[in-house]
């Protein structure tokens, strides 16, 4: 009981003080083993020839495909300012036009966006890892001094080794990657029209119905306020006779709806292209009980969500009224009041649809341009080349660093140590990364120097990879909870401002929406949400709110990293396993001509999964960039009845939610979060010491018999390679015949020197493994028995 507290206690005080300890690590490893770069030529040719051979091919696509990047970046941001009228905030109209036409382009063109951002960001990933990686000088220069280093995958002890030029350039890299996403994903902005929040309602007796033409020449060349009534006439009676006038004037015009056309096209409230409407009543209007000939039913003020005397949103207005509650003004003549629910549905129900008491015949309605748009800000388009060119610039550079080999995958590393034995850690064969691990929590392994014996590791693929697994899938489910909390949010708050306006709500609705498209009706909570500090401030709400809307892209690059680096540990751990199971060649960055060795990965990790991998990300930033995004809105009207083109448009800039594309989002990053949780629970028979990358544990696993040649570039298979005479084993890598370890068997796993254990028994043993058959020396094999099922 005592010695489990200890051991709870130890790991606590072990994990509390982990970051200060990995800090002065790293810092000690960098005093000791900072190499400065040799100086290169500056010939740009001279050091392309310079590159070592296994660089060349990724160096090649990396800079093509950046290079070709940017100058298609340039071209459409030229293109865009030079056939473009530029607005405020340096944004520019691409398309104007059919609104399901606008939506659509914006999804593809938002794909293709992130197809873009994902290969620069995989680009800089791979770059940054081929900079990191050490090459064998570099392991040299660590084991001599008892230091390990990490082979395969990003560490900071690795970046000990960096020079500050190359620490430099490692920064551009990464600093040219971090805005990528979130910046491609701001360039393009879907805008919509609304002409509801400009409309006006007003009931006209037919006989008192306003001709077509304005009453004079002075009406005519007036301009329609967007937020008053026109004061055209001291009068009231007056002002609203010539508003009448003015309305029907105007341009498009008017469209004869019949009462239930009338009722259908305004009872939803979400119509976005439905204006003005003259309700035409047959009732005849007593002038001596009546203030006007003609009465407002609903004017601009009277919608809510928005300040119309400040000309910002006001939130005060959001959700509390129906937005058509001017159909159900049956019960009372006063112009402002309003049923208690208005039913729309049952308007008709007697045959007659009844406005402040009278029967409405007809309606003259306006139906505005449907026009949308697709924006582009040069202003980000800027940013965007800065950060390509910055990452070219780094990628260059990063040309002067790479005349040696570095050791990309652990393939790479076992070529290089079964080419050139690590003599420091000579007879280790079974020790693990634990052993080769930080001084001060594994010194007592370390200290042994006595054989241990064998024990077989079946393990989940979670306790072998368990510091990715944990931190990749802690932080996978964390977004799986915001997401769908966001989704679950915004359908609770959608259907809470239906069901407030009496309208029939499912999940019919949220699909009707479509992806990308916040909706209509929305509550106070919601439009809080929405709205930020620079709406209204047109030379920067653009930026402002597409930076904001799209800052969980940051999150999601973030995410991409840490499960590419789960995943590129579990093929680690597989494609060392594979090797004490079957022979095979040896996995390189550049494979020999004339070998077995094989060089299909892309880096790591399989380059066919890492398409996968980038693909399935492709989907998650585009998802992500419907769910979240700047919401422009023209609140249009009509500014001249002598050009039907001539139609005024306010914008107002918000942020907006599409609750469909929250969970398809949601649904696609749970796939993502349950197969990489799920697949850590499939147990794996290991049979080899887990390695972690540990470049002593690969070091010891490759220390192949004596008259061994070129056993790096057949096909090699590791296990037991000879017992001596106090059976102690030894193993590695080889291209004679090995067999697995078996359950028992001792092996040496520690010790306090580099010495060679069992250099003096140079014995190997018998198809039955249990007695010396041959003796090595000289340092050729003389004869060689095995069972056949043991090749």
């Not at 944004?91 to 938002?110: K, M, P, Q, R, Y």
């Not at 929590?441 to 990879?465: F, M, T, W």
């Not at 220390?703 to 096909?715: D, F, Y």
């Amino acid at each position: 009981m005592a010695s489990n507290f200890a051991s709870v206690k130890r790991n606590i005080v072990l994990g509390i003080t982990y970051p200060s300890r990995a800090y002065k690590q790293f810092w000690d490893y960098r005093h000791t083993l900072l190499n400065k770069e040799s100086q290169s030529p500056k010939d740009a040719r001279r050091q392309w020839a310079q590159i070592h051979p296994s660089l060349k091919t990724g160096y090649t696509f990396c800079l093509y495909n950046v290079a070709s990047i940017l100058v298609v970046t340039l071209i459409v941001a030229i293109w865009a300012g030079a056939s473009h009228r530029t607005g405020d905030g340096l944004v520019v109209t691409l398309f104007n036009g059919d609104c399901s036409t606008a939506s659509e382009a914006n999804f593809w063109v938002h794909l293709l966006i992130n197809v873009l951002a994902s290969s620069l960001f995989a680009t800089s990933s791979y770059m940054m890892q081929r900079l990191a990686a050490p090459t064998r000088e570099d392991l040299d220069r660590a084991h001599r001094i008892n230091k390990t280093l990490n082979v395969g995958t990003l560490s900071l002890t690795n970046f000990a080794l960096l020079s500050k030029q190359r620490l430099a350039v490692f920064a551009l890299l990464w600093s040219s990657s971090l805005p990528i996403h979130p910046m491609f994903n701001s360039l393009i902005v879907y805008s919509t029209t609304n002409a509801e929040w400009s409309s006006w309602a007003m009931l006209v007796e037919v006989n008192d119905a306003p001709s077509s033409a304005p009453p004079n020449s002075t009406f005519r060349a007036l301009k329609r306020s967007y937020i008053d009534i026109p004061t055209v006439g001291s009068s009231g009676a007056s002002q609203m006779a010539n508003l009448a006038y003015y309305l029907n004037a105007q341009k498009p015009p008017l469209t004869k709806l019949t009462a239930e056309e009338c009722i259908q096209t305004y009872a939803s409230g979400s119509s976005r292209t439905w204006g003005d409407v003259l309700l035409m009543t047959t009732t005849s209007i007593d002038s001596s009980t009546e203030d006007f000939p003609s009465d407002v039913v609903k004017y601009p003020g009277q919608q809510p969500g928005f300040d119309w005397n400040n000309g910002k949103v006001d939130l005060s207005y959001v959700g509390d009224q129906q937005p058509w509650a001017w159909l159900c003004y049956e019960q009372t003549e006063t112009s402002y009041s309003t049923t208690t629910s208005c039913d729309t549905s049952r308007l008709l129900e007697n045959g007659t649809w009844m406005v402040h008491q009278r029967v409405v015949d007809h309606c003259l309605a306006r139906d505005l341009p449907d026009a949308c748009e697709l924006n582009l800000s040069l202003s980000i388009m800027i940013v965007v080349l800065v950060c390509i060119f910055g990452k070219l610039v780094a990628m260059l550079a990063a040309l002067s660093f790479s005349h040696a080999q570095p050791l990309v995958t652990i393939g790479d590393a076992i070529d290089s140590f079964l080419h050139e034995p690590d003599t420091t850690v000579h007879g280790l064969c079974m020790a693990d990364a634990r052993h080769f691990g930080e001084p001060a929590l594994d010194r007592k392994l370390v200290s042994i120097a006595k054989p241990h014996p064998y024990g077989s590791r079946d393990a989940r693929i979670a306790q072998e990879v368990s510091g990715p697994w944990v931190g990749a899938n802690f932080l996978g489910l964390v977004g799986l909870g915001l997401s769908f909390g966001l989704f679950g949010w915004s359908y609770h708050q959608t259907r809470a401002a239906h069901r407030a306006a009496d309208i029939p709500f499912g999940f019919g609705t949220i699909w009707g929406l479509g992806l990308g498209k916040a909706p209509t009706l929305y509550t106070y909570d919601e439009a809080q949400f929405m709205v930020y500090n620079a709406a209204n401030t047109p030379a920067v709400s653009y930026m402002t709110g597409a930076v904001l809307a799209n800052l969980p892209h940051l999150a999601l690059s973030f995410l991409y990293l840490t499960y590419n680096n789960q995943f590129t540990r579990i093929f680690m751990a597989f494609e060392f396993r594979s090797f004490a199971t079957h022979r095979r060649g040896l996995r390189v960055s550049k494979p020999k001509s004339g070998t077995e060795q094989r060089g299909t990965y892309f880096l790591q990790f399989p380059l066919r999964y890492s398409i996968i991998m980038i693909s399935y990300f492709v989907l998650l930033h585009t998802f992500l960039s419907e769910t979240l995004f700047l919401q422009r809105i023209y609140a249009v009207w009509p500014q001249s009845f002598d050009n039907a083109d001539d139609i005024g448009k306010r914008l107002v800039s918000k942020l907006g939610f599409s609750p469909l594309a929250a969970l398809v989002f949601s649904l696609i990053l749970l796939v993502l979060v349950t197969f990489a949780i799920g697949i850590g629970f499939w147990k794996v028979s290991w049979i080899l010491p887990s390695t972690f990358g540990n470049s002593k544990t690969l070091a010891a696993y490759c220390h192949p018999p004596e008259g061994s040649k070129n056993t790096q570039e057949g096909q090699v298979r590791w296990g037991v390679t000879r017992m001596n005479a106090e059976d102690i084993g030894q193993c590695s890598f080889s291209l004679l015949p090995v067999r697995p370890p078996e359950e028992g068997e001792h092996f040496v796993i520690g010790s306090e020197t580099p010495e060679c254990i069992l250099c003096a028994t140079n014995v190997w043993v018998s198809a039955d493994w249990k007695s010396p058959l041959v003796q090595i020396g000289n340092g050729e094999v003389k004869q060689i028995q095995v069972a056949a099922d043991q090749v």
